[in-house]
């Protein structure tokens, strides 16, 4: 079970920080998944991290303002958020897929969280 937070309404420019803390032993091999999905558009991988090497990878529209990392001692992994646009805005959601390929297609997660809103107004 993958639960998120951190959502909220920011204001353009500003920052924040979401958390997705897993509950039940991951594999040992595995990748979670920052994806996010707005009203009518289609469900994003935002931001990916690899357990085994701490690879990531990034969609072209956060490369230099997200950054995922992990504790793995906590099992959680962190998004973290700044120069937040409006076009940021979102649910936000945190997933976990077996292995590691390091896919940014939702189709191949196996387990996600609930969801967090993210708001980028003034």
């Known amino acids: 079970q993958l639960v998120e937070s951190g959502g909220g309404l920011v204001q353009p420019g500003g920052s924040l920080k979401l958390s997705c803390t897993i509950s039940?032993?991951?594999?040992?091999?595995?990748?979670i998944g920052w994806f996010r999905q707005a009203p009518g558009k289609e469900r994003e991988g935002v931001a990916l991290?690899?357990?085994?090497?701490?690879?990531?990878y990034y969609v072209d529209s956060v490369k230099g303002r997200f950054t995922i990392s992990r504790d793995g001692a906590k099992n959680t992994v962190y998004l973290q958020m700044n120069s937040l646009k409006p076009e940021d805005t979102a649910v936000y959601y945190c997933?976990?897929?077996?292995?590691?390929?390091?896919?940014?297609?939702?189709?191949?997660?196996?387990?996600w969280g609930q969801g967090t809103q993210v708001t980028v107004s003034s």
């Open positions: 997933a976990l897929c077996k292995g590691s390929w390091l896919t940014s297609d939702h189709r191949y997660y196996d387990a």
């Open positions: 991290i690899r357990s085994s090497d701490d690879t990531t």
């Open positions: 039940e032993l991951a594999p040992k091999f595995h990748v």
